[in-house]
């Protein structure tokens, strides 16, 4: 039971992300860049907004742990603060350029390529341990990415580039578990907006005037970016990095459904069996899960 709430928030912040192509379709005409800038500064102010208002006296307690911890474990932790601060916009940055520039059905491939690299650096860099089980997962799911990326080389050259940025940010913050996991984001969001203040006038484009960009900006900030990431490190304090990996696979297959039957992206057979075995790697990954809840639910 007490291991249920992490799986919850991790699932419901991959659902979250599966739709977030909805959000950001309707601004494809404005450049990458200008939605990553936009997307986090207002990110910033919105997250310190609500820190600075209502959450005073956890910034006063965080701060206080962080001044009497040893230097070597200060080190450590700007370390993953900030190299997740990076890693997060690099991810932020090759997502947007890949869904409106490429293809839908290439930013889903990065999600279904950062499962398998999560589990990967999950057990060279943190030393998790996997069941043959899910060992199995991780190779039936190498084998459905193998038959997506048939003929689609450039998908998978940018897919991995996504792919690689994200799965290294759940290892990191999976090792950055001591600092409330709100606050945590502000500050990644807030190092990421200074780093890239100095790029923005030289490299944005025309001040947007539109209602609509600002409208979906703020759905995109609030609804697919502050709520999931939350839920996603919340996840990391009580589940392994490669059991939230795994959960990715929420994300791609939901990018996967709306790009055939609403942006009517074409679909092959050999893409429908590469997703269909992915939903079967997601259920042989958790089984110790999904069947001993189902048989403690059978004996009562």
């Not at 962080?66 to 997740?84: A, D, S, Y």
């Not at 991780?138 to 990326?149: A, T």
């Not at 984001?185 to 539109?210: D, H, K, R, W």
């Not at 939901?254 to 069996?273: C, D, G, M, R, T």
Request: net charge positive; proline share 3%; charged share 10%.
């Amino acid at each position: 039971m007490k291991a249920t709430k992490y799986y919850l928030a991790a699932f419901v912040a991959f659902l979250i992300w599966g739709f977030f192509s909805l959000g950001l379709k309707p601004i494809h005409d404005y450049p990458s860049l200008d939605i990553l800038f936009y997307r986090v500064f207002l990110g910033v102010v919105l997250m310190s907004l609500i820190n600075i208002v209502f959450r005073r006296s956890i910034i006063k307690k965080d701060w206080t742990n962080f001044k009497n911890m040893l230097p070597n474990h200060k080190r450590q932790i700007l370390f993953l603060t900030l190299g997740g601060s990076v890693l997060l916009m690099a991810n932020w940055f090759f997502f947007i350029f890949v869904m409106n520039h490429v293809s839908v059905k290439a930013a889903s491939f990065a999600y279904l390529v950062c499962p398998i690299l999560t589990t990967v650096f999950a057990y060279f860099i943190l030393r998790e341990k996997l069941s043959n089980a899910q060992w199995t997962a991780v190779g039936i799911s190498v084998f459905s990415c193998v038959l997506l990326s048939y003929n689609h080389f450039m998908d998978i050259f940018y897919s991995l580039i996504v792919a690689a940025t994200y799965a290294l940010y759940l290892v990191s913050q999976r090792k950055n578990s001591e600092m409330d996991k709100f606050l945590l984001l502000n500050i990644q969001l807030l190092v990421a907006g200074i780093c890239m203040l100095p790029f923005y006038p030289v490299y944005s484009g025309a001040l947007p005037t539109e209602g609509l960009f600002y409208g979906y900006l703020l759905i995109i900030v609030v609804v697919f970016t502050i709520i999931p990431l939350f839920l996603n490190l919340y996840a990391l304090k009580g589940v392994s990095s490669a059991t939230v990996g795994i959960m990715i696979y929420i994300n791609p297959i939901i990018n996967f459904l709306l790009a055939v039957f609403y942006f009517k992206e074409p679909v092959s057979v050999q893409q429908l069996s590469a997703y269909s075995l992915i939903l079967v790697s997601i259920v042989v990954f958790n089984e110790k899960l999904l069947f001993r809840r189902h048989k403690k639910q059978l004996e009562v």
